[in-house]
């Protein structure tokens, strides 16, 4: 992930809250979206472009100095969506946990989904299902707001071969990075060609339509819009975890998998647009980009040039897993960089800045724009790989136990001319970080690394750190070093940094990924054992 750094959000900040969409009656303004920040403790009031939203996901941490620089937080649960008949419409103070007391009456009445799935009451926020479904890009996000949005920006036709072919029309500036990328190519195929998902897409700007109130200044609106038919479809998110009331508070969605698309043929992606005087076509720098940049500064306050290229900026990942893969090609020219300055300008010296507002024709900055999404993450094989982990970690959350805070899945560092961090069959090799509470109010982590493919055998690390030292720094130093030294713990490097360093080997599988139930308990007394001792 490069240097991609946000001015708009504080640094050493997690998003707690957001509030109501709103926009200045004069015709030219844009959304803007409120937002509650805890900066060292402190609430901070801020206010973004709603093309911001692709990198709001409640809870997240923000540390500018960090790789990488967002972290989520809460208890990772994965379940399957019941169909959306089943979801009541309620707000998201419905939750019998929500912080009521130290929030703005807005952040009460925000729109949230709530369904039973699993055996679980889930409490799904409206703005987090779109964030993760529909806004990948500020430019997807900008769009939605406006009606007839996507039958303004694209058009789809039948080819006589069966296959389809998409293209922008003229005017529109979606990054031409975007038709490069096969994910994204995956992902506005699908919002474009699945009528359900496109009609979901639409009631964001028709529900703003019939429901915003304007005064004599301001416009404003709760988010709300009508979901697709996602039953079936797995999400992967993060959240709020209530053991005793089954209850499951959503904040942070990192993935779907087992999605339909419902498309036949191949989609095909024309890298042109109709050249028609005065429109896109031929203006320079319309949905021209540069690929992602290391070191790159966004704003959101000041309106960039429409003439200019898009820088693309990094920023965490959302993973799209269909049930069957979405045939796309990219057609016509490769893009060209026209206006603005090269990709190099600039590099070594000071950052590009670049806004993710939408673009004008009076703006001065440069473009710029997301990339975020993953088509080829298996979810499955993931969770299959850390099945009896999480069975573990399952059990080691109660209340005479351990309050389990957070766990979370990801790849270990890539060094340079090491191969640890990939499995024998050339997959990227990933660990499970778990965050438990003690009842005494000491917080400790669980790491466990996936050596399921028999390169070596790696013990389960529970570790502690100073109160004042960050641990998310630290544990990267812990992988790095695993990785330098070929999947082996680094001893010393984890005596110098960790109060509380101990191992707990793994029980005898008679499979592998199978471990009795009499095994898994002791495993699990052993866990509780280490996780709990001085």
Known sequence: MGRTTIRSIPNNSQLR??????????????????????????????????????????????????????????????????????????????????????????????????????????????????????????????????????????????????????????????????????????????????????????????????????????????FDFNPPDLTDTKIHAFGHFNEERKAFFVYDISGFSNLDHKIEGEV????????????????????????????????????????????????????????????????????????????????????????????????TLPQSDFSQLNTEIDYSELEERFAMFKKLVDLLHSPEGLDVVSSDIRAVPQLPRCSSHLMMDGSKRHYMHVIVHLPDGRIRHILEVDTSDGKTALATKVLEFGREQEFAPAIQSILTQLIKKSLTWPSKHLDEICTYNQSVPHPKCKAIGYIEQDELLHWRDRMLFWAKAT
Not at 53 to 59: C, D, H, P, Y
Not at 120 to 142: C, I, M, Q
Not at 297 to 317: C, G, K, M, R, W
Not at 333 to 344: A, E, I, W
């Open 17 to 222: 809250h957001l509030g109501n969409c709103f926009r200045r009656k004069e015709a030219e303004d844009s959304w803007k979206i409120a937002a509650q920040y805890l900066v060292e403790g402190i609430e901070a009031n801020k206010r973004f472009d709603f093309g911001m939203m692709s990198v709001l996901a409640l809870r997240k941490r923000y540390d500018k100095k960090a790789t990488p620089k967002f972290e989520s937080s809460g208890f990772r649960k994965t379940f399957a969506l019941p169909p959306t008949s089943t979801w009541q419409r309620t707000t998201v103070d419905d939750f019998p946990l929500f912080p009521r007391k130290s929030t703005r009456a807005e952040h009460h009445k925000q729109t949230c989904y709530r369904f039973q799935a699993y055996g679980l009451t889930v409490w799904l926020p409206s703005l987090e299902l779109a964030r993760s479904l529909f806004f990948p890009s500020s430019y997807l996000a900008h769009l939605s707001l406006q009606p007839e949005g996507l039958n303004g920006s694209f058009h789809a036709k039948k080819l006589d071969d069966g296959n389809i072919e998409i293209h922008m029309l003229p005017g529109a500036n979606f990054p031409k990075y975007y038709f490069a990328r096969q994910d994204y190519r995956v992902h506005l195929a699908w919002l474009l060609l699945n009528e359900n998902v496109r009609t979901s897409f639409g009631s964001i700007a028709a529900n703003r339509l019939a429901n915003q109130i304007v005064d004599e200044k301001y416009a404003r609106w709760v």
């Open 268 to 363: 095909h992606f024309s890298d042109t647009s109709s050249p028609i005087p005065g429109e896109g076509g031929n203006k320079p720098g319309f949905g021209i980009s540069s690929p992602p940049v290391e070191d790159l500064e966004l704003e959101d306050e000041f309106e960039p040039s429409a003439f200019n290229h898009h820088y693309i900026a990094q920023t965490p990942v959302v993973g799209f897993n269909f049930k069957r893969r979405i045939q796309t090609k990219k057609t016509g020219p490769s893009s060209r960089k026209v206006g603005g300055s090269s990709q190099d300008d600039g590099l070594g010296a000071h950052p590009i800045v670049g806004s993710i507002a939408e673009s004008g024709i009076l703006g």
